[in-house]
């Protein structure tokens, strides 16, 4: 979404003197021998994007001198900024992957019912890893997802029990619904208060929270799943369609929250600050950030997340599925990471990390089809995930010595 | 530039600061003045004070004592947003940037142009349009404009960090050494700006230890010691030599050729 920006704007300022620019182009022309060496790969990709930043050149009347060396720079820049942009890369991993099993699953992988299935199936994760973007995007972790989940659809389900149980009313479901989703959002914004007020690292109050708001649904409960979700919930939201579409409700409600949230991080003030506070936290402070509140406001938001997350689950299952979130707060960060986001905070976008939860739900699929022991989805997931974090360490490193 | 004249009423002054830091008096009851359209230096040993003097004026920290005045007018800085609000602006040392972001959206960090109320869509356009305007009105050059700041050289940081007070500063800008990171080039121009700074009638307040950077672009020199001012020179008067005995206590004259307030 932000790669809009990239197009490669060349502004030679004509109010700086002649001598000026001159030195300018010679640090420039300093500078590249420090790009990677990978660049050249990159080039072609980006030479498209070129002439039209070419165009855009609003200040003609430039040298031809210092205009070629600066093309020549201003290639390469784009180049290693094109590295940065590891959305690119985790999409032709994820073309890749799908080209590949189709081909040798003809007429099997690539069916729509195929990626229906998926994309249902993969549902909450990807409601979760809305809220996980936000908050690792702010140089934080959020680990509790999974058990804010089940606490959500905990809360959701025991108000249905109470006002109906299978046969619950539509006004019933929407109360349940929407103390789900505040529960979740209070669970969130309580782990935001850990985080900024007590000034307990994220990966810490998380934990806790994971912990402990396990053990909570595992109180409300009393240890076994609560079952008889509204039969209207399952029946539509879970299993159906939206009316008059082969759309599944699943689908249709996590990618609704995909894109608007998607948009927030990408078009409106939110969104900056978001990556302002993950980029440098101090700087956002002097800028006149209520670096604390928004903090609160992001953790919350993954809470809420996890909350319509768990309203989904209790819909898909119709029981509370206790045991069976212990792991999506793994699934969520290896999709995030994988999609580009930096663990240092300030950079990653929401499209990345929708392709990089795709990618392992798109090789387990595939090896499923195509016969091959599944496990070994898992072991190259985790050798990916360990590459992708130290290519980020890498820029990380290479910034900081800039 | 403009005259000192005696009856001018300074755009920021302080009058007998204090700071303490538990049993440390930071600042011992300092003055300092900066007049409309002036370039006053602030130097001092390390440890006289400069810092904190500096944060009391752009609202970083409170004092524990003594009045800070804007146009001749009592008030109370409580925040670097305040500060603001009175036209003050700051370039730290660290410049405050985010480096994931790009040079806009740096300059209009915590001042976004935004669209519609409750939403706040980003204006980019605008916001870029003008960024732009205001790093050409400077002189800088920033060959990418959508490029991270991260990104940049040192010189082109610095000038986003200059960039982004000179467009909201309408009083004053305090300037923490600008050009210790710098090479000579990017000093040179950093220089400039500050005299074009000034030109527009905008205050600056450099804090630095380069004693012929110092005297090559100030109008006045104001010296602190032990957190006290301790001399004030018209710097196309003094020398080096005068500086730097006025900021080790050498120079025990109360005041140089400032004269008193």
Redesign the interface.
């Known amino acids: 979404m932000t790669s809009g920006?990239?197009?490669?704007?060349?502004?030679?300022?004509?109010?700086?003197?002649g001598g000026?620019?001159g030195?300018?182009s010679k640090?420039?022309a300093e500078?590249t021998p420090a790009a990677p060496g990978g660049d050249s790969k990159v080039q072609a990709d980006e030479t498209p994007a070129a002439p039209s930043g070419n165009g855009v050149a609003q200040h003609p009347g430039v040298p031809p001198a210092s205009r070629g060396a600066?093309a020549g720079?201003?290639v390469l820049?784009a180049g290693?900024?094109l590295i940065?942009f590891s959305e690119t890369w985790t999409l032709v991993a994820l073309i890749i992957l799908i080209v590949y099993f189709s081909f040798r699953a003809p007429g099997k992988f690539d069916s729509l019912n195929d990626f229906s299935l998926m994309g249902s199936a993969n549902a909450w994760y990807l409601v979760m890893v809305v809220g996980e973007t936000f908050v690792i995007l702010t140089a934080g972790i959020d680990l509790a997802v999974g058990a804010v989940l089940v606490m959500a659809g905990v809360v959701a389900d025991l108000y249905c029990l109470h006002h109906g149980g299978a046969s619950a009313s539509w006004a019933v479901i929407g109360v349940g619904s929407v103390l789900g989703l505040a529960t979740g959002a209070g669970c969130g914004a309580v782990q935001g208060l850990g985080v900024t007020k007590l000034k307990v690292p994220p990966l810490i109050v998380t934990l806790g929270g994971f912990i402990a708001f396990t053990g909570a649904a595992y109180l409300i409960t009393g240890g076994s799943d609560f079952r008889n979700a509204p039969n209207r919930l399952v029946n539509t939201i879970g299993l159906g369609n939206v009316p008059g579409t082969p759309l599944p409700w699943l689908i249709a409600i996590s990618f609704a929250a995909v894109i608007v949230f998607g948009l927030?991080l990408a078009?409106?003030?939110?969104g900056?600050y978001t990556?302002?506070i993950?980029?440098?936290p101090?700087?956002?402070r002097?800028?006149?950030?209520a670096v604390d509140r928004h903090l609160i406001k992001v953790y919350a938001l993954s809470g809420l997340m996890a909350g319509l997350a768990g309203i989904l689950s209790l819909a898909n299952f119709g029981t509370t599925t206790l045991a069976g979130h212990s792991f999506d707060n793994l699934t969520v960060i290896t999709g995030v990471v994988l999609g580009g986001a930096s663990l240092f905070g300030?950079?990653g976008t929401m499209l990345g990390s929708v392709i990089g939860l795709a990618i392992p739900a798109v090789l387990l699929t595939g090896l499923t089809i195509i016969g091959l022991n599944t496990y070994w989805q898992d072991v190259a997931i985790g050798a990916v995930l360990v590459a992708a974090v130290s290519l980020d360490q890498f820029r990380h490193r290479l910034?900081e010595r800039? | 530039m403009t005259d000192p004249m005696p009856t001018t009423v300074p755009v920021l002054e302080a009058r007998g600061v204090i700071k303490h830091y538990g049993h440390v008096l930071a600042l011992d009851e300092a003055d300092f003045s900066a007049n409309p359209g002036e370039v006053v230096a602030l130097i001092g040993d390390n440890g006289a004070g400069k810092s904190t003097l500096v944060k009391s004026l752009v609202g970083?920290i409170r004092p524990d004592g003594g009045l800070i005045l804007v146009d001749g007018k009592p008030v109370s800085l409580t925040?670097?947003?305040d500060a603001?609000r009175h036209g003050i602006e700051a370039v730290?040392q660290?410049?405050?940037?985010?480096?994931?972001?790009?040079p806009a959206?740096n300059l209009y960090?915590?001042?976004?142009i935004?669209l519609i109320p409750f939403?706040?869509?980003?204006n980019r356009r605008a916001m870029r349009e003008r960024a732009?305007t205001a790093?050409?009105?400077l002189?800088?050059?920033?060959?990418?404009?959508?490029?991270?700041v991260?990104?940049l050289?040192g010189?082109q940081r610095q000038s986003v960090a200059v960039a982004r007070a000179v467009a909201f500063a309408s009083r004053i800008i305090f300037m923490d050494e600008p050009t210790a990171a710098l090479g000579v080039?990017q000093r040179g121009?950093v220089l400039d700006v500050i005299r074009r700074v000034r030109d527009r009638g905008v205050s600056v307040v450099l804090v630095s230890h380069n004693m012929p950077e110092v005297l090559a672009v100030a109008d006045r020199v104001e010296v602190l010691r032990l957190g006290r001012r301790v001399a004030s020179f018209t710097a196309s008067q003094t020398s080096v030599e005068e500086l730097v005995g006025a900021m080790t206590g050498a120079l025990e004259i109360a005041n140089g050729s400032g004269g008193p307030r």
């Open positions: 920006d990239s197009e490669v704007q060349r502004d030679e300022t004509p109010a700086a003197p000026d620019s030195g300018d640090v420039e500078e600066d720079a201003a820049r290693r900024r940065t927030i078009f409106t003030r939110f900056r990556y302002a993950g980029s440098n101090e700087a956002a002097r800028a006149g950030i300030g950079r910034r800039a | 970083a925040s670097p947003l603001r730290y660290d410049l405050a940037l985010a480096p994931d972001l790009d959206s960090l915590g001042r976004e935004t939403i706040r869509i980003l732009m790093f050409a009105e002189g800088i050059n920033l060959p990418n404009i959508g490029a991270a991260g990104t050289s010189g080039i121009r």
